[in-house]
């Protein structure tokens, strides 16, 4: 299932350029890109890991929640970086009763003990991950291969961890949370929602092999989940999804794990509006720098991020980011991405000799890098893992504002405003493509270029909508002439 290693022919190939109006944004994009060339491992015959795969340089390990992120990134590398072995490092490692473990050692490709977590288990995420690398890389055929892999996966989360309420229970460690208060937390809400998104992913899966069984069956988990968590874990009071004790009681305290429910498309609208008003509330979620990683007028709420204390985490954001999508609020998604990039771009160009980077977390209210007294190495400086979901991801989808399927052949250009902006040499697999937006004395002005047919629909939000065949070749639209 692996990615072909890249020819002589291809490593003549370039990340694609963006272009925007702010060249800052530019450059932490080109940036992002030029510090990942210092992330390519190497698997060995002992550790029987990918012989190409992306990871985290100085360290001893994999680690399933960062591998499955970087998917989410590593997709706009124009196939310069592998994408798959992201995931096939850890089907390769999967038990015969489905177990797939959270850490993996690269010396030698055994599970990791991980404190406080016997069984290793992280954010079931990998159905998420597939999904989207399909739309961006189109490949069926993998897609039918890991089905299997992840149909015993989901078996063994529920053999292992789900119990007589319908409910997973897993350890707090299992949640990649470390020292969020949630003390006494039995069934968190965030575990059980991205159980729940994992059976959304699997049914969309089955429904892109045209298995109606697989789809079937995985709605049914779907919907008896999503059920369970509004009816149990929904706290209408508070507009919010709490974490329960091990009696079925809500534990009251807002974290950021409250909006995986946003991405699983689990709250009706009356809740989802709940919800995204807390993310605008500066008193709980709309901090400065979107989003803490605890809710602001907590008590153990730290100003200094603490960790999961208040920390605005990349991964955290997107997740968000990605769930307002879900809910139509492409508008609040994008400021939210570019006031979030702004504090990154504070750090990346600091006054003074101090040398300019990124940081695995950042302050919720200020500019500058995360704290967390007595945390050796905290927070770490160029974590791309992280970071790249901020800088390329969030960069490409929502502050650009591009949507790609290669399977439908489409390309989605949302965006509130026009501005100059745009992609150019994007791959879309045997397909290179060039989006831009310019002003010309005619007016707005969107130049395409393309090696084959695609259909691009240009969304200016509130405003206009147009879905367009692009014929292989160059050409360029006016916008008023839509």
């Not at 991950?129 to 529920?158: M, T």
């Not at 893992?385 to 949507?403: C, D, K, P, R």
């Not at 493509?433 to 200016?460: H, P």
Request: charged residues 25%.
């Amino acid at each position: 299932m692996e990615e072909p290693a890249q020819t002589s022919a291809s490593s003549k190939r370039e990340f694609p350029k963006i272009h925007f109006y702010d060249q800052d944004f530019v450059d932490i994009y080109d940036q992002t890109w030029a510090w990942s060339n210092e992330f390519l491992r190497k698997g060995t015959v002992k550790s029987k890991l990918c012989s190409r795969f992306f990871n985290t340089p100085n360290t001893d390990s994999i680690i399933q929640f960062e591998s499955i992120l970087s998917t989410f990134f590593l997709v706009y590398s124009n196939r310069i970086f592998p994408v798959a072995a992201q995931l096939d490092n850890f089907y390769g490692k999967q038990e015969e009763n489905g177990a797939i473990r959270g850490e993996y050692s690269l010396k030698d490709g055994k599970p990791v003990p991980i404190k406080d977590n016997p069984e290793g288990v992280q954010p079931p995420l990998f159905a998420w991950a597939e999904y989207n690398i399909y739309h961006k890389i189109g490949n069926k055929k993998r897609i039918r291969d890991v089905v299997p892999i992840l149909e015993r996966y989901y078996q063994w989360l529920e053999d292992t961890f789900k119990d007589e309420t319908g409910l997973y229970a897993v350890p707090l460690a299992a949640t990649m949370m470390q020292n969020a208060p949630r003390k006494g937390t039995t069934y968190p809400i965030d575990f059980n929602t991205q159980q729940a998104l994992n059976a959304l992913y699997m049914a969309e899966l089955g429904d892109i092999l045209n298995d109606k069984e697989i789809s079937f069956r995985f709605k049914r988990h779907y919907f008896s989940l999503k059920s369970r968590i509004n009816s149990l874990m929904w706290n209408d009071a508070d507009g919010i999804y709490y974490d329960l004790d091990k009696n079925g009681e809500q534990i009251k305290v807002k974290t950021i794990a409250s909006f995986w429910p946003l991405l699983a498309e689990l709250p009706n609208e009356p809740r989802s509006e709940q919800l995204i008003a807390h993310l605008q509330n500066p008193s709980t979620f709309g901090t400065e720098n979107p989003f803490p990683t605890l809710a602001a007028d907590e008590e153990a709420f730290s100003e200094r991020g603490t960790g999961f204390r208040g920390s605005v985490y990349p991964p955290f954001t997107f997740m968000v980011i990605k769930g307002l999508e879900k809910h139509g609020k492409y508008e609040f998604a994008r400021e939210c991405s570019i006031r979030h990039l702004y504090y990154m771009l504070d750090t990346l160009h600091p006054e003074g000799k101090e040398r300019g980077t990124v940081w695995e977390a950042y302050l919720p209210r200020k500019d500058g890098p995360a704290h967390w007294p007595g945390k050796k190495d905290f927070p770490r400086p160029l974590f791309i893992t992280y970071t790249a979901l901020s800088t390329v991801a969030l960069m490409i989808e929502n502050i650009i504002g591009l949507y790609v399927s290669l399977p439908r052949k489409t390309v989605d250009w949302i965006v509130p405003t026009l501005e100059i902006m745009g992609i150019e040499n994007l791959s879309l697999k045997r397909n290179m493509i060039t989006i831009l937006s310019n002003k010309s004395g005619r007016g707005w002005e969107i130049r395409l270029e393309s090696e084959k047919l695609y259909y691009f629909t240009i969304d200016v939000l509130g405003r206009k909508k147009k879905t367009l065949p692009i014929p292989s070749g160059k050409c360029s639209m006016l916008i008023d002439k839509l």
